[in-house]
């Protein structure tokens, strides 16, 4: 079988939720959650990349392995996530250790499943796809987001005329979003690029699949109310 590595970015900075990801979540620290499924799926070895030594001592206490703290650039408000994955990559690299391809997880989407974990990285160990997503079905059709113009005018985003942006929802093309689930890619790709090589016009000839999950267990959390809700689920889940 090709080699997957789990990577776990996991910022020490938090503005909505303070230390949010070492915030106790039903019991464990919230990163725990992601650590947790990725050590009982089928990737080989699991990664937290975090700029924050907090952070790093509690990866290790839940088995996962974070043998260098990822730089600072990497780490900010406005940095890029692929940024973390190139970084990655290169670490391995320089050890003799490059993968086939990542399995990206987002701590801060806790209700992921083993199974989905196992399915994105099958999917992307076969070579049929250069990047697999997890997806959920968008929460509000984008048929109906309005710009606004100014602080008294909003117009269709889309352009759709009135038949369409009222039509059910039954009617209207079923749409998907990506979420933090699993974020799979080639290790090539992120070695040699600085952002995703993806887009909707097949500039850069890369096949993406993806995995589709319930909006649930995409569920993201970023604020204090999202901890409570993602509480009351697990503790549901966990009495049936």
């Known amino acids: 079988m090709l080699s997957t590595v789990g990577l776990i970015p996991a910022r020490g900075g938090s503005k909505g939720v303070i230390n949010k990801n070492l915030r106790e979540v039903n019991g464990i620290p919230l990163i725990a959650h992601t650590i ?4 009982k799926s089928i990737i080989e070895r699991v990664l937290v990349l975090t700029d ?4 790093q001592k509690v990866a290790v206490e839940f088995g996962a392995e974070c043998p260098i703290l990822r730089p600072k650039e990497t780490a900010t408000d406005s940095a890029h996530m692929f940024l973390v994955y190139k970084f990655a990559m290169k670490y391995l690299q320089s050890r003799n250790a490059t993968p086939h391809s990542f399995c990206a997880m987002l701590p801060t989407t806790p209700l992921r499943t083993v199974d ?4 994105s990285v099958l999917k992307i160990q076969t070579g049929e796809f250069d990047w697999v997503f997890t997806v ?3 929460e509000h059709h984008p048929y109906r987001a309005m710009k606004v113009l100014d602080s008294h005018h909003i117009t269709p985003f889309h352009g759709v005329d009135a038949k369409i942006m009222w039509a059910n929802r039954q009617e209207l ?3 998907v979003r990506f979420n933090g689930g699993t974020i799979c ?12 090589n993806i ?3 097949n500039s850069y000839n890369t096949k993406v699949g993806f995995v589709e999950v319930s909006q649930e267990e995409a569920y993201d959390i970023d604020s204090e109310f ?4 993602v509480e009351n689920y697990l503790a549901r889940r966990n009495n049936v």
Request: aromatic content about 2%.
């Open 136 to 138: 959920n079905e968008m």
């Open 199 to 201: 887009d909707g016009l």
């Open 52 to 55: 924050s030594p907090a952070i």
């Open 185 to 196: 890619g080639l290790a090539e790709h992120a070695l040699n690029n600085d952002e995703y």
């Open 173 to 175: 093309p079923r749409v």
């Open 226 to 229: 999202d901890i409570s809700v």
């Open 36 to 39: 947790i499924a990725a050590e």
């Open 116 to 119: 989905q974990i196992n399915n």
